[in-house]
């Protein structure tokens, strides 16, 4: 049990990118509005950012501004992809969030139940 | 103007359904107005400085894009979003996202064509290293700072501009038989749209029940559908096929 | 700051190169959970999307704290900035639907479903190094990490390190990501029926 505890302890910011990521796939599964789903999304792909950020830091480490001579820096390469999903992930977003505001006015509701109903009856 | 616009706030309390569906993007409010004018210079140097200094300090091109963008977001919320778009005019818009790509690509892919590798800075030094007036290392920083800026900013800050407008004027429906709901979305230029169906124009003063933003069969369904869209109730699918058969959502492209 | 001298009774428990939290870094997280459970029972579409910018400002100072501050300004800007104002164009544009009751019903075969997702993964976990761990694969590689925080400054001349990964070092991934939002814009175009956004 308290190697349980130590492991959690150690790796707190993984189990917070375990738990956030859960709870974004909680909300794509099970919120039936559509832009609560797309929210999920975000949430997850955040989820996923923080592990990356995670993995590049280093206890007593700088920022990467690199000075000669100067004392331990994090690792600048999972930031610079974290940069780039951060861009990626609003383009989604806003993609997802068009298609929404087409799906509502092609049939006026934004559950995800009910469009299943209205696109099967078609 | 309804008083319900004079508050400055298009989210109102959800006790009354129909009249928290549809409301107008835009409201006057004497405090936004007023922030936004103090704010703006001080948020559109910020962007610019992080958008320069991305070399130096944290920062580039990416943050400073979205700052930039956002200063035209603000002026957006504070002076209307018609307005907006049409002081920026639609060219701007578009020929900044698309000068991004094109500086980008073209600082990129030149090397290639002289030989050298994709996005080799180094390469110019031959062309441009008497012209100039820099060494051959001083290349690289430069031609990052131009991909930065020339690149990556003016790409991010138009591209988010052009969302922001894009989703704010909603889904134009191509069908002719759909006359009512543009879907532009300020009512109070409703007078000025492409479809210039009156419904929009006549009602934007009288009652908020009857604005539609979108779809001219919600607006005729508006006590109906209403149900469809109410999340805590369990009965939607009957609804919404109801609503579907009375509006023949399906036909519409 | 001394991260091992902030939480004494941790690392006496776990007398390993535990490094504990520090109070900081525990309030956020606290705060970072919260916001997310919120956002995902909040009833009203409104509520979820402030809730969600409060999360995304708690995961950038989180950001921030773990040195990283062109991530944390991207997150701020982009994540708690626009992604908020876009959603709420959505909204506008679309629906709020009215709701009575403050929570949603929690799903149980959806929580079901992430409780396998948390322990498949969280599985792993002993596989990760401890948070911060200097001798940790990514910082401890001198090929890489090693070779690009010593040799950034003297090959391109920026002192920001993720800078000239991003516009020099892996400037082709950059292009790529320029490629794909210039993308998203056409295709939001495409999907609402215009060619520009005209009146």
């Known amino acids: 049990m308290t190697d349980f505890l130590g492991v959690v302890t150690t790796r707190h910011a993984y189990a917070l990118f375990v738990l956030v990521s859960a709870i974004g796939l909680y909300m794509m599964i099970a919120n039936e509005n559509l832009v609560k789903k797309i929210i999920g999304l975000n949430m997850f792909q955040t989820g996923i950012f923080l592990f990356f950020v995670t993995s590049a830091y280093r206890i007593g480490g700088a920022a990467p501004i690199v000075e000669h001579g100067a004392g331990p820096y994090v690792s600048p390469l999972p930031q610079v992809i974290v940069l780039t999903a951060i861009v990626v992930g609003i383009s989604l977003t806003a993609v997802g969030l068009a298609l929404t505001i087409r799906l509502y006015s092609a049939y006026g509701t934004l559950r995800a139940d009910a469009l299943r109903e209205v696109i099967g009856d078609e | ?253 | 700051m001394s991260v091992a001298a902030a939480t004494p009774s941790v690392a006496g428990l776990f007398p390993l190169q535990s490094v504990g939290i520090t109070p900081l870094e525990a309030s956020l997280f606290v705060f970072v959970l919260i916001t997310a459970v919120l956002t995902a029972l909040f009833r009203d579409v409104l509520a979820s999307i402030v809730v969600f910018a409060a999360y995304s400002l708690g995961l950038a100072v989180l950001y921030t704290f773990y040195r990283a501050p062109d991530v944390g300004l991207t997150e701020a800007a982009i994540g708690a900035g626009v992604t908020t104002v876009f959603l709420l164009l959505t909204i506008a544009k679309t629906t709020r639907p009215a709701t009575d009751a403050r929570f949603e019903a929690i799903n149980w075969p959806a929580v079901g479903v992430c409780g396998l997702f948390v322990l498949v993964v969280g599985a792993t976990l002993p596989a990760f190094p401890a948070v911060g761990d200097p001798a940790s694969p990514i910082l401890a590689n001198a090929d890489v990490t090693g070779y690009y925080l010593a040799n950034a400054y003297d090959e391109t001349g920026a002192e920001n390190a993720v800078t000239a990964v991003l516009a020099a070092y892996r400037g082709f991934d950059t292009f790529g990501e320029a490629i794909v939002v210039f993308a998203a814009g056409i295709a939001s175009l495409l999907v609402l029926g215009r060619e520009v956004f005209t009146a």
Not at chain 2, 144 to 166: H, K, P
Not at chain 2, 198 to 224: F, K, L, N, P
């Open chain 2, 1 to 253: 103007m309804s008083s319900d616009r004079l508050n400055g706030d298009t989210r109102d309390s959800p006790t009354d359904s129909r009249v928290a569906r549809q409301r107008p993007l835009y409201s006057e409010s004497q405090v936004i107005m007023t922030t936004v004018k103090a704010v703006i210079p001080f948020v559109l140097t910020y962007g610019l400085f992080i958008t320069f200094h991305g070399t130096s300090s944290p920062g580039g091109g990416f943050q400073g894009g979205a700052l930039i963008a956002s200063v035209v977001l603000m002026i957006a919320f504070a002076f209307g979003i018609e307005s907006t778009r049409a002081w920026l005019s639609n060219t701007l818009v578009v020929v900044l996202a698309t000068l991004g790509v094109a500086i980008f690509a073209g600082i990129a892919l030149v090397p290639m064509l002289l030989g050298e590798n994709f996005l080799d800075y180094t390469a110019y030094y031959p062309l441009l290293g008497d012209t100039l007036g820099l060494k051959k290392y001083e290349f690289v920083k430069y031609g990052m700072e131009a991909v930065e800026i020339g690149g990556i900013a003016f790409i991010v800050a138009g591209v988010l501009m052009g969302l922001f407008f894009a989703l704010a004027a909603g889904m134009t429906p191509t069908s002719e038989t759909n006359t009512v709901g543009d879907g532009i979305g300020d009512n109070a230029n409703a007078d000025t749209d492409d479809t210039g169906e009156v419904s929009d124009a006549t009602d934007a003063g009288v009652s908020d029940d009857t604005i539609d933003d979108s779809d001219t069969d919600d607006a005729t369904d508006a006590g109906v559908s209403d149900d469809t869209i109410d999340d805590s109730d369990t009965d939607d699918a009957t609804d919404a096929g109801a609503t579907d058969d009375a509006t023949d959502g399906g036909d519409r492209q």
